[in-house]
């Protein structure tokens, strides 16, 4: 869940880039760009920044155009590698650089670098790079890992595409395919989501489910142990098949608390395969975490 929550768009995730998990949406159309329907100004004048998707889970802080900036902290209580029974508390910086024109955007935020826009009414597309760090035995304080090497860490690349089911974006099924070289695999996540309330601004809750499928390649370098580890290590060989990986449900919520100041809360939870759960390097088949982050946008 770790590196999927943070995972710029969703969870896909997520998203949510380092403690920027939960990404949100306020911003109005930029002069001389035809809005979509949620766009459009409601009767009466309402001059609230308006989110060309109003999800918690979509950054955009450049109120309509331009450049965006925000800068924060956050504080994460998550299992301290994929698959460990240890927990730990973590507090890491938030921060996101955009640049909007009409209804497309070019984002730094955590450590993903990329673009994002709407097509049509309905649709999200999402496509970058991101940096993915590798497993390190030192994140054990039990010594779970000891005598594993460290594994490397990536520059992979991924797509995303969102599709709402109604004008509003108040339900969504989302795909996000994340890929590197032949050691790091690829991995698929499948979304389901549903956003509580009438906020215009990318503020309020959500809720999505998720599944993830990777190759061989992915779900090895996570759980797998070669006959090398195995003999430095003292744990089981195993080796892991590709296919179904995890699923898991994520709660989201983005509130303003004063001025330019806002919070993100997530709350998820997902669950192993059978055979990830078998692996020595896995403790638990499920784990979970909580986060909160305070944001300025600027």
Same mark, same amino acid.
């Given at each position: 869940?770790?590196?999927?929550?943070?995972?710029?768009?969703?969870?896909?995730?997520?998203?949510?880039?380092?403690?920027?998990?939960?990404?949100?949406?306020?911003?109005?159309?930029?002069?001389?760009?035809?809005?979509?329907?949620?766009?459009?100004?409601?009767?009466?004048?309402?001059?609230?920044p308006r989110a060309i998707v109003p999800s918690p889970s979509v950054l955009d802080f450049t109120r309509g155009g331009g450049w965006g900036f925000a800068l924060g902290v956050g504080v994460e209580y998550e299992a301290a590698y994929d698959g460990s029974d240890e927990y730990e508390l973590e507090f890491e910086p938030a921060g996101a650089i955009q640049w909007r024109t009409g209804r497309q955007m070019a984002f730094f935020e955590g450590n993903e670098l990329g673009w994002r826009g709407v097509v049509g009414d309905r649709w999200l597309l999402q496509a970058g790079g991101r940096y993915e760090a590798g497993l390190d035995p030192s994140d054990s304080e039990k010594g779970a890992l000891d005598g594993l090497p460290e594994r490397d860490s990536h520059l992979t690349g991924f797509v995303e595409v969102r599709r709402a089911l109604d004008d509003d974006w108040r339900?969504?099924?989302?795909?996000?395919?994340?890929?590197? $070289?032949? /050691?790091?695999? #690829?991995? *698929?996540?499948?979304?389901?989501?549903?956003?509580? &309330?009438?906020?215009?601004? %990318? !503020?309020?809750?959500?809720?999505?489910?998720?599944?993830?499928?990777?190759?061989?390649?992915?779900?090895?370098?996570?759980?797998?142990?070669? $006959?090398? /580890?195995?003999? #430095?290590? *003292?744990?089981?060989?195993?080796?892991?098949?590709? &296919?179904?990986?995890?699923? %898991? !449900?994520?709660?989201?919520?983005r509130q303003r608390l004063v001025g330019e100041l806002q919070v993100i809360a997530q709350a998820g939870i997902e669950f192993y395969n059978s055979q990830i759960a078998d692996s020595p390097i896995a403790r638990d088949d499920f784990e979970a975490e909580l986060s909160l982050t305070f944001v300025w946008q600027f």
């Amino acid at each position: 869940m770790k590196q999927l929550r943070r995972s710029a768009a969703f969870l896909l995730a997520s998203a949510v880039s380092g403690a920027l998990g939960a990404d949100g949406l306020r911003a109005q159309e930029a002069p001389g760009n035809p809005p979509a329907r949620s766009e459009q100004a409601p009767a009466g004048g309402d001059t609230t920044p308006r989110a060309i998707v109003p999800s918690p889970s979509v950054l955009d802080f450049t109120r309509g155009g331009g450049w965006g900036f925000a800068l924060g902290v956050g504080v994460e209580y998550e299992a301290a590698y994929d698959g460990s029974d240890e927990y730990e508390l973590e507090f890491e910086p938030a921060g996101a650089i955009q640049w909007r024109t009409g209804r497309q955007m070019a984002f730094f935020e955590g450590n993903e670098l990329g673009w994002r826009g709407v097509v049509g009414d309905r649709w999200l597309l999402q496509a970058g790079g991101r940096y993915e760090a590798g497993l390190d035995p030192s994140d054990s304080e039990k010594g779970a890992l000891d005598g594993l090497p460290e594994r490397d860490s990536h520059l992979t690349g991924f797509v995303e595409v969102r599709r709402a089911l109604d004008d509003d974006w108040r339900n969504w099924l989302a795909g996000r395919v994340l890929a590197g $070289e032949s /050691d790091f695999g #690829a991995l *698929g996540v499948l979304a389901a989501g549903h956003r509580f &309330g009438d906020s215009v601004e %990318g !503020l309020g809750t959500e809720v999505y489910v998720f599944s993830t499928f990777g190759d061989r390649a992915f779900i090895e370098k996570d759980f797998g142990v070669s $006959e090398a /580890d195995a003999a #430095a290590s *003292g744990l089981a060989r195993t080796d892991l098949d590709g &296919g179904y990986r995890s699923t %898991g !449900l994520q709660l989201v919520h983005r509130q303003r608390l004063v001025g330019e100041l806002q919070v993100i809360a997530q709350a998820g939870i997902e669950f192993y395969n059978s055979q990830i759960a078998d692996s020595p390097i896995a403790r638990d088949d499920f784990e979970a975490e909580l986060s909160l982050t305070f944001v300025w946008q600027f």
